[in-house]
């Protein structure tokens, strides 16, 4: 690299710094060279560090680096020194501290240059100290062919002399840092034209030094053309040489000097910091220009930059970050799987450079030939649509505000976005849709009412016609415009215009007219190159801001989605929240066809329940018949009083009812015609036989009539009274038996409602998700904070919680969720279900081993935990009939002997006499809460859900965001400023 | 009968059931202990051809292999750092890989990520060839069929998708789902083509059973365990077919066994193999079709012959700590001398099945993967490995310079 700078700088000069060195020849102490390393190592520590650490300040770099002290250095040496010969020799002096640092200088330099000359795979990982060599061993084995391994033995000769160089030359009373550099320069010279160092190689290491400056600068002459190629592969071995030049382009203020410096490094570094390079040398400023100067000069050059083999008209593919240019031979190899396009390997996750931009998706011909059009398209396709290569939505300024993504793709999706947006300050203006750049007359008439940038400043096109439109002050070319559109602009008006054209002056109603109106105006713009309308323009009305229904694009959709992981055992009401939440926040919560299967799936459920109660049925009829036999018939007219009060059967009515079967002979009450009977028989077969799923969606039509039939016939009315007794029945069923002549109807279309109801809809297949964004709050007070908070979406992913061992596979799939919604069904304290083990368990108790495997699981480890507290309708009935302390972890549930203990958690409960079911809801809450806090010293959110009330879902919902906002918030205000949100959130976990 | 009556007997049965497996448990420990007459085990790794006849000779399971390839003078595989060489480095997926799959005709991958997409790279270019977008986006495993015309694919929505890559693409550039295979309860874990044929899949399942599918009708052919309470009493977590007999294929679960099942005998699984001591994440059938490989979560692979039903050998690499890293996927070199395994804190060793020792560690290598190796998978001609990591990537690792395929 050195010899590159050098020749960029006025060859003369170097020539004669070579002939300084001429007169000393090398004598053979020239293992010497240590020592003096050795001298420097002090500095050298620090440079080391610098350039393994990417960033760090390297105090070495400044002094030698700095063009000053260049010209100091040539005035007292009375060297003509270029100063960019100045900035490479620090680098590689730097390398060589570095190096210097295990004493074995020649031997890790060898290393080094051998592997990046030889690109053999083997020499790599066996240097395993020096990092670099590591680095270029990447490159080596990704060539991975064998005949790239050259006699390592040639180079190492190489770089002896080279050392000896170092060494000679010190000896010679020249400042050490200098001598180093060139020496190690001429020595770079040779290795990077390693094909013609070879002829070197011969030369006996007792060369003087003037000859082997010589000799080097001979032969960057003779490669002239390869020079930034040899830098490029020069540099991929220090990296260090970078951070020193990045130094220099902070601290030093001559332009040119750094800009140099700086060029040399971006486009051959094969390191990923050239991003940061370029931008802390460029500013703000994205248009790079004098690098692309230098690329050009290289194209001439034109040799590729990994092979350095071929000329400017061998075809090449070009890099879109750093501009670097692969022959066919090594463009796949340099550029990878190009998983973001046309990008070397280590460019990949660098924003492209933005020159290029206009070619994106624009795929070569060379790469057409190479790899076969499937291959093609999807380079092609990631090129465009990667996230990293899009426009930088901070570059484009509208109205003095730099834009956000959404605000960005929003201006880019919209029916009449603006052309070929390059970064830039633009002014908008949002009423008529009028866009130009700023301090500019108009460009363009782009979709109005977007909700991009600021508000529209009156300086924006830098107008000074005192003339205003929309609060803009409109340039000269445009009250030209007006006035030949016959627009009245004496007296300096003040215009308000609507994306149609049409005008009227501040503060009156009516509209004076429409400026574009006239066919002559039209003329008119076109002669004063202003924009006119397009067609599409005025039908694009209100749509275009409508947030919600639009859809993202990949890149930003990740980026902005939430995701929400609701689980609970099964029987907890996650698949009810689930669907509720469907049909909250969803437009359209289930289509057509999902419910065509959700009504295939009702209907066969209907069955289901009718089976059950047929077999209930059948089986009351065998109990009554068995009562008949024990009673007398005695009571039967007592019984036909009653027969007609079968609705409020009980155990006291059955005797009577039998006595009333007894009248008939052979009947109960639970009998049924033998038509029926058969039908029941049926029903019965093939539910035994399991086969109920299958057969059923084709049977409804045909016996729906029958259905009908025996649901009016009084001994199923009469079993369904006794449903209590049934426990295969879900409770559910009662909702749709009472509906089953409508359900079972052809033309049946589930309701909301009937959805929610149904079971197995959506724990059919695990997993189901759902996205959604909670709608806008209708409220008029939407300040700019919230409206960005509806633009977040959420992703609400429901799971099965079969499967959920010790070891679940899967869980770990889920650790991007931002909060873990778990369900608890308060219901289940009385339940009992079989466990892992096959034992049976408290549900309650299941639930909390559950609990405390998800909330202990490592993927779940900083993760917030909403605790859904389920099912509270059935709850508060069910608390009436069986205590909690039914279930052992709430035995010391004594609401009315400790109704204190309850009021220290629900502070805010304005019910100054809270019920059972409340009391019970807090005491099993702060159950949870004391579980979680001793299992992983955190807060637990806990909400109170009634599953079936939609509103209910939508708080607890909402309470997730609040968290979400609120960690979010707290992360970046830890300040009790905002404590608003936990003293929020604990109001709602009572 | 009452239903409190009900749930005491099933209390009952359930214990006696559990005191039983126990009493099994403790005899196979004790057969295996004693047993010194392994009827017949031929080992033959092809490349070496080295008989084994352990019958007489061998004691302790354990080590059985490697003591008796030492006692013959064997010695074992010299690896260099330098001679397992990563020669491609597939990025493209923004997710975890999870699972990876080579084409018949060797030069083309599948891949699924948690990022919900299927990518079919070309391995030689190392670019995309089909990138292919998932309705659902937690996929757990991929496969490519025999003839390389399609690939399936299946995760936690339980159902195995089929896609045809030579379909066209809709208007936003995805494929359509050419086939949906419904009917798992559980996630589908992991999924297999029946070699040679295209029409016919095995999937294993999170609901305990493995599942034989007919492509063409979408139907389950059969069901292996389940109901029937002969199979896995966990989550099947992996299949392998058998390469010489494909009425054969093994199963690793959960439940800490791996199981063998005859295609044409659903019933019941022809054999059940125990030995290891946490879930098996990988089964592989060895190359000659006569053994099989397993990895699990208790940190070993294990060797075991499928006609003796008996464990051949461990792989275990002695950890300081008790937290063994978990061995996610596994495979063997074409001759079945290497053993690729990947682990859960991102090594993947290479074994000498032979002597049981670990030759080289791909993890420690200087471009190694970032993550957790999830998967692996050998090129049909066994010229390249292929990893698949939850660092998003996937690198092809190929034998560098001199040394040739075994």
Redesign the interface.
């Known amino acids: 690299m050195p010899s590159g700078r050098a020749n960029v700088g006025d060859g003369g000069v170097q020539y004669s710094f070579a002939m300084e060195y001429h007169g000393p020849p090398i004598t053979r102490d020239l293992p010497r060279a240590v020592p003096i390393n050795v001298d420097r190592i002090p500095v050298a520590a620090v440079v080391s560090q610098g350039s393994l650490s990417d960033k760090l300040a390297l105090p070495v770099v400044q002094p030698i680096l700095a063009s000053d002290i260049t010209n100091k250095f040539s005035k007292e040496l009375g060297l003509g020194l270029g100063s960019e010969c100045l900035v490479s020799p620090t680098s590689v002096i730097a390398y060589e501290r570095q190096i210097g640092d295990d004493d074995s200088v020649s031997k890790e330099l060898l290393l080094g240059l051998g592997t990046e000359t030889t690109v053999s795979p083997n020499s790599g990982p066996s240097n395993h100290d020096c990092r670099l060599s590591g680095e270029l061993s990447c490159l080596g084995t990704l060539e991975m062919n064998p005949d790239g391994r050259y006699g390592s033995g040639d180079f190492s000769d190489v770089i002896n002399s080279s050392t000896e160089l170092g060494a000679s030359t010190t000896s010679h009373d020249l400042s050490k840092e200098l001598l180093a550099g060139v020496g190690s320069s001429g020595t770079l010279g040779f290795s990077d034209s390693f094909d013609k160092s070879r002829d070197l190689l011969g030369s006996p290491s007792d060369f003087g030094v003037s000859n082997t400056c010589k000799e080097s600068l001979d032969i960057n002459d003779l490669s002239q053309p390869d020079w930034a190629s040899t830098e490029s592969a020069l540099s991929f071995d220090y990296p260090s040489s970078r951070v020193s030049s990045l130094q220099v382009g902070d601290c030093i203020s001559e332009p040119a000097c750094d800009e140099r410096g700086n060029l040399v490094v971006t486009f051959r570094d094969i390191e990923s910091e050239d991003g940061d390079l370029t931008e802390g040398l460029n500013g703000a400023e994205p248009e790079i220009t004098g690098l692309k100067k230098e690329f050009e000069v290289r194209a001439k050059k034109g040799t590729c930059y990994r092979c350095f083999k071929g000329n400017r008209f061998t075809e090449k593919e070009v890099c879109i970050v750093c501009d670097a240019k692969y022959c066919s031979n090594c463009v796949l190899r340099a550029m990878g799987s190009m998983p973001e396009g046309r990008k070397c390997v280590a460019c990949i996750g660098s924003p492209i450079d933005e020159s290029k931009r206009g070619n994106l998706g624009k795929c070569s011909r060379m790469l057409k030939r190479l790899l076969n059009d499937l291959e093609v398209r999807h380079i092609m396709k990631a090129e465009k649509f990667c996230s990293m290569n899009q426009l930088p939505s901070e570059y484009v300024c509208v109205n003095g505000k730099p834009l956000c993504h959404e605000e960005l793709h929003l201006l880019q999706s919209c029916p009449n976005p603006p052309k070929k947006l390059k970064p830039g300050n633009y002014w908008y203006d949002k009423v008529s849709g009028l866009w130009g750049k700023e301090g500019e007359k108009p460009s363009k008439i782009i979709s109005p009412h977007l909700n991009v940038g600021g508000p529209i400043k009156t300086d924006a096109s830098n107008g000074n016609t005192q003339v205003f439109i929309n609060g803009r002050e409109i340039t000269k070319v445009e009250l030209r415009m007006l006035q030949l559109a016959g627009v009245q602009c004496a007296g300096n008006p003040h215009f308000w215009v609507n994306e149609d054209g049409s005008y009227q002056e501040e503060g009156q109603k009516n509209t004076k007219g429409y400026i574009w109106g006239k066919a002559g105006t039209k003329l008119v713009c076109a002669v004063l190159s202003l924009p006119v309308p397009s067609k599409s323009t005025y039908s694009c009305g209100e749509q275009v801001n409508n947030m919600v229904s639009r859809s993202l694009p990949d890149y930003l959709e990740q980026a902005t989605l939430q995701k929400l992981l609701l689980i609970g055992l099964s029987g907890s009401g996650t698949s009810t929240m689930f669907k509720q939440a469907k049909i909250l926040y969803k437009d359209v919560p289930f289509t057509e066809d999902e419910r065509e299967n959700i009504k295939l799936l009702i209907q066969g459920n209907v069955y289901g329940y009718l089976g059950i109660l047929l077999e209930g049925r059948e089986r009351f009829e065998d109990e009554s018949l068995n009562e008949r036999m024990n009673y007398n018939c005695s009571r039967s007219q007592t019984a036909k009083l009653f027969y007609t009060m079968q609705q409020f059967v009980s155990e006291f009515t059955f005797w009577f009812k039998a006595g009333h079967a007894d009248e008939n002979d052979e009947k109960t009450i639970y009998s049924i015609c033998p038509r029926l009977k058969a039908f029941s028989d049926w029903l019965l077969k093939i539910m035994v036989s399991g086969t109920l799923e299958a057969v059923f969606p084709a049977a409804t039509r045909e016996y729906a009539p029958l259905v009908e039939e025996l649901w009016d016939n009084a001994a199923i009315q009469a079993t369904y009274d006794r449903r209590k007794e049934l426990e295969m029945l879900p409770n559910i069923a009662s909702y749709f038996l009472e509906r089953a002549v409508d359900i079972l109807r052809p033309d049946y279309i589930p309701s909301n409602v009937d959805i929610l109801y149904a079971e197995g809809i959506t724990s059919s297949n695990g997993l189901a998700c759902v996205d959604f964004t909670f709608p806008q709050p209708a409220s008029d007070d939407v300040d700019s904070a919230d409206q960005h908070d509806s633009l977040l979406r959420f992703q609400l992913i429901r799971v099965q919680a079969r499967g959920f061992g010790e070891n679940c596979k899967w869980l770990e799939m889920f650790e991007d969720v931002r909060i873990v919604i778990f369900c608890v069904s308060l219901s289940d304290y009385d339940q009992f279900a079989v466990d892992g083990d096959g034992t049976l368990e408290n549900k309650m108790i299941l639930s909390r081993k559950f609990f405390e495997s998800i909330v202990t699981h490592p993927t779940y480890d900083q993760l917030d935990f909403l605790l859904v507290l389920n099912k509270f309708d059935l709850f508060e009935e069910k608390i009436e009939q069986v205590p909690l302390t039914q279930c052992e972890w709430f035995d010391d549930f004594h609401p009315l002997m400790s109704r204190h203990r309850s009021s220290n958690s629900n502070s805010n409960s304005i019910n100054n006499s809270p019920s059972l079911s409340q009391l019970a809801f807090h005491y099993v809450a702060v159950k949870f809460k004391r579980l979680f806090s001793s299992l992983t010293a955190r807060k637990l959110y806990v909400s109170l859900v009634k599953g079936l009330e939609p509103d209910s879902v939508d708080e607890a919902l909402k309470y997730a965001r609040e968290i979400l906002k609120w960690d979010e918030e707290s992360a970046n205000f830890s300040l009790s400023e905002y404590s608003m949100y936990s003293t929020e959130a604990s109001s709602f976990s009572h | 009968m009452s239903?409190a009556e009900l749930?005491e007997r099933?209390?009952a049965a359930?214990e006696t059931?559990?005191a039983l497996r126990e009493r099994l448990k403790q005899k196979r420990l004790l057969l295996l202990d004693t047993d010194g007459s392994i009827s017949s085990s031929f080992f033959a790794f092809s490349g070496f051809s080295l008989k084994l006849d352990l019958s007489w000779e061998l004691r302790s399971m354990n080590l059985a292999v490697a003591t008796y390839a030492r006692s013959q003078g064997k010695t074992p595989l010299t690896f260099?750092?330098?001679d397992l060489?990563?020669?491609?480095?597939?990025?493209?997926h923004?997710g975890?890989v999870y699972s990876l799959d080579w084409t018949a005709e060797k030069n083309r991958i599948v891949s699924a990520s948690?990022d919900g997409r299927l990518i079919v790279?070309?391995a030689l270019?190392?670019?995309?060839?089909?990138?292919i977008k998932l309705p659902?986006a937690?996929v757990?495993t991929c496969a490519f069929s025999p003839s390389g015309l399609s690939v399936a694919c299946g995760g936690?929505?339980?159902?195995c998708s089929i896609f045809n890559l030579n379909s066209p693409t809709d208007k936003d550039?995805n494929s359509p789902v050419a086939r949906m295979l419904?009917g798992h309860?559980?996630?589908v874990?992991s999924c297999q083509y029946v070699p040679d044929e295209d029409t016919h899949l095995i999937t294993s399942s999170?609901d305990q059973t493995c599942v034989l599918w007919d492509i063409t009708t979408g139907l389950r052919t059969s069901v292996f365990g389940g109901e029937f309470q002969s199979g896995h009493t966990?989550?099947v977590?992996s299949v392998s077919i058998n390469g010489s007999n494909s009425r054969m294929f093994v199963s690793g679960s959960?439940d800490t066994t791996a199981r063998l099942w005859d295609t044409r005998v659903a019933s019941r699984a022809v054999r059940t193999f125990h030995g290891h001591e946490?879930?098996v994440?990988s089964v592989k059938f060895f190359p000659d079709g006569n053994r099989f490989g397993t990895g699990s979560?208790d940190g070993t692979c294990r060797l075991f012959d499928i006609r003796t039903g008996h464990q051949l050998q461990v792989y275990q690499q002695h950890h300081g700590d008790n937290d063994a890293p978990h061995v996610t996927s596994i495979a063997f070199s074409i001759s079945g001398r290497l053993l690729f395994a990947g682990y859960s804190n991102g090594d993947c060793y290479v074994w000498d099945t032979l002597l049981a020792k670990m030759v080289l560690d791909l993890g420690s290598?200087?471009?190694s993967h970032g993550g957790r190796i999830s998967c692996l998978g050998l090129s049909s001609d066994g010229s390249a490995l292929c990893t698949g990591s939850w660092d998003t990537t996937l690198k092809i690792w190929?034998f560098?310079?001199?040394r040739r395929v075994i």
Do not use: E, F, I
Request: glycine share 16%; proline share 2%.
């Open positions: 239903v749930k099933h209390m359930t059931v559990n260099g750092p330098t060489v990563c020669c491609r480095n597939l990025q493209g923004t975890k948690q790279w070309n270019t190392s670019q995309k060839t089909h990138a659902c937690w757990m936690l929505d339980s159902v550039g419904s309860k559980g996630y874990s999170g966990a989550d977590l959960g946490g879930d994440n979560n290598l200087h471009n190929a560098g310079g001199y």
